[in-house]
């Protein structure tokens, strides 16, 4: 299994662009999560999803994301701000361990 | 309201000596405890969880955490440190209550440097 894949691992952005963080596992779980990490800040969860064609909480401002299948999980930044430069990880849980990606390094400049 | 705490930034300790990263918890009821290390650049991976029963639990890479209920604390603990210890560590509480939500609350992590 190559487990939880992202794309790409380090983005450069300008403000006002868009793009999406990819995220696919190989492992069958349903629930997948996306998280950011900044320095000082720890882990944000940024939105959960239990399974294909489900959503579960209300997606913060700036992102938007899609679970059409049980191993893809896309982020998409709607419209980068600064303050949305991060690391992102994506992860996959099988209960009760959660399996991480590498992340992707966002800068938004 | 439920939370994680890790009170240290930065431990440092030298190769060979024993090694504890303290992790507090406040979560109503049993709580399940879990410690994540993440490796420079690398992604986060799963070391040890506490769900029930034994109060010392093992893990990967020789460590192990005690869940003590009366402190509220899980401190991962390592007998012997090694270099390739060097990491930033994560303790995660989740609440056996809270149903289908699987939601961790995060602690914002320590980063141990293991001197040789």
């Known amino acids: 299994n190559a487990g939880v894949t992202q794309t790409p691992k380090f983005h450069i952005l300008k403000t006002g662009q868009s793009m999406t963080l990819q995220c696919a596992q190989d492992m069958n779980h349903g629930y997948m999560s996306w998280y950011r990490q900044d320095p000082g800040m720890g882990l944000r969860l940024i939105y959960y999803?239990?399974?294909?064609?489900?959503t579960d909480k209300e997606v913060p401002n700036g992102y938007n994301v899609s679970r059409l299948n049980t191993e893809d999980f896309p982020l998409r930044l709607v419209s980068a701000a600064p303050s949305q430069t991060s690391v992102y990880l994506c992860?996959?849980?099988?209960?009760?361990?959660?399996?991480f990606g590498p992340g992707t390094r966002l800068t938004v400049l | 309201a439920q939370s994680v705490a890790q009170p240290e930034d930065q431990v440092n300790v030298a190769e060979g000596n024993p090694l504890t990263v303290k992790c507090t918890y406040s979560v109503s009821g049993n709580p399940y405890l879990f410690w994540y290390v993440q490796y420079p650049n690398r992604g986060l991976q799963f070391l040890l969880k506490?769900?029930?029963?034994d109060n010392l639990v093992k893990g990967s890479y020789g460590f192990e955490a005690e869940f003590n209920k009366s402190q509220t604390s899980f401190h991962l603990k390592k007998p012997s440190a090694l270099v390739s210890d060097s990491a930033l560590y994560f303790c995660?509480?989740?609440?056996?209550?809270?149903?289908?939500?699987?939601?961790?609350?995060w602690g914002l992590g320590t980063s141990l440097a293991v001197n040789p």
């Open positions: 999803s239990a399974a294909a064609g489900t």
């Open positions: 992860a996959s849980s099988q209960r009760p361990r959660r399996y």
């Open positions: 506490y769900i029930t029963g």
């Open positions: 995660a509480v989740r609440d056996p209550h809270a149903g289908n939500n699987r939601k961790l609350i």
